[in-house]
């Protein structure tokens, strides 16, 4: 808190959120002389965005759950937080890799062996087989030699029997590289078709928020939001996502809202984070930092310039630690502040 004496019109000012007042007198007033050098502040022509911190939850992109496709012992599973990429196994059973993952969108629905029909799904395997470096020919969703060929290969570099045959349970496609979540089985369990293996995601992570059915105007496609993380850190998201269908609870109705991150920030799943929500704007506002505020007397603001004229103001839009202002003000003078 500060004390000032100015000609007569006593003043006291706070941070934002505490009383400042200021009594007496006409400006312009002249204060006296500080003692010491004061805090100041420059008078802004800036943009302003009043935001809502509304509860969200930090997690990766793109959940899902990884079933074992074969039954026997399960001898290796990766262990949680690890990422799988291209060409790689994610568990083994019986002591041999039981499922290798491939990019792809369109899931295994039936073995692949020479003399099967054209289709995407083959395409799609030859694309995967190319990008590992064996060459199956023309990537055109046909299995001729070159693709058996190619699948012997990738088969003899990972010590599996040189058949050309893949199986369905063979292989796992996903839009990318996988991350390993929550474990739910563990080395000696016995794996069986369907059992649950772990969770799994994208490396690619998100920000999902609850949000009020009532108040789904505050979040639109594409809008920047503020992300606050357990460490207090706070990063810039984007709304990538906002949910047409709502959700009954015991809070009332909510619709999802997903948040995308440019970046990985943080080595978290399932972390409680803070999402500001643009809830106002304004553009090109002139503007000073809310510690400026002096209440006056009988009602109203004014700041002080550092020649220690005071200037009366009206405050608009509030947000953060800088407000919107109107009067005898322009971009570029100094004003004091509270420390």
Do not use: C
Request: net charge neutral.
């Amino acid at each position: 808190m500060r004390w000032r004496l100015a000609g007569g019109v006593a003043v006291v000012a706070v941070a934002a959120g505490g009383a400042i007042v200021a009594t007496g007198g006409e400006e312009p007033v002249r204060a006296a002389e500080p003692a010491a050098a004061r805090a100041t502040a420059t008078v802004e022509r800036t943009d302003l965005v009043d935001h809502e911190n509304l509860s969200g939850t930090l997690g990766y992109a793109d959940p899902g759950t990884l079933v074992s496709a074969a039954a026997g012992v399960l001898t290796g599973l990766r262990e949680a937080g690890s990422v799988i990429t291209r060409g790689h196994s994610l568990y083994d059973v019986a002591d041999e890799p039981a499922a290798f993952l491939f990019y792809g969108t369109l899931p295994a629905w039936r073995d692949f062996t020479p003399g099967m029909t054209d289709g995407a799904d083959v395409r799609q395997l030859e694309r995967n087989l190319r990008a590992l470096g064996y060459a199956p020919g023309d990537v055109d969703g046909h299995w001729d030699a070159d693709t058996t060929a190619a699948v012997e290969r990738f088969q003899e570099a990972r010590g599996l029997t040189q058949t050309g045959t893949l199986g369905r349970t063979q292989i796992l496609f996903r839009d990318g590289p996988t991350r390993i979540g929550q474990l739910r089985a563990a080395a000696g369990d016995q794996a069986a078709p369907g059992r649950a293996l772990a969770a799994v995601s994208s490396t690619r992570q998100e920000v999902t928020v609850a949000l009020d059915a009532e108040r789904q105007t505050i979040a639109r496609d594409g809008e920047r939001v503020t992300v606050e993380l357990p460490s207090g850190r706070t990063v810039w998201g984007r709304i990538s996502a906002v949910g047409t269908v709502a959700t009954r609870g015991q809070d009332g109705s909510t619709i999802p809202v997903t948040i995308a991150l440019r970046s990985r920030v943080a080595r978290l799943d399932q972390a409680p984070v803070s999402v500001g929500f643009a809830v106002e704007r304004r553009r090109d506002a002139l503007a000073v930092p809310v510690k400026a505020l002096l209440a006056r007397q009988g009602g109203g603001y004014a700041v002080e310039l550092t020649d220690r004229r005071l200037v009366r103001v009206t405050p608009g839009l509030f947000a953060g630690d800088w407000v919107e202002v109107s009067g005898a003000l322009r971009a570029g003078q100094r004003v004091v502040t509270a420390e």
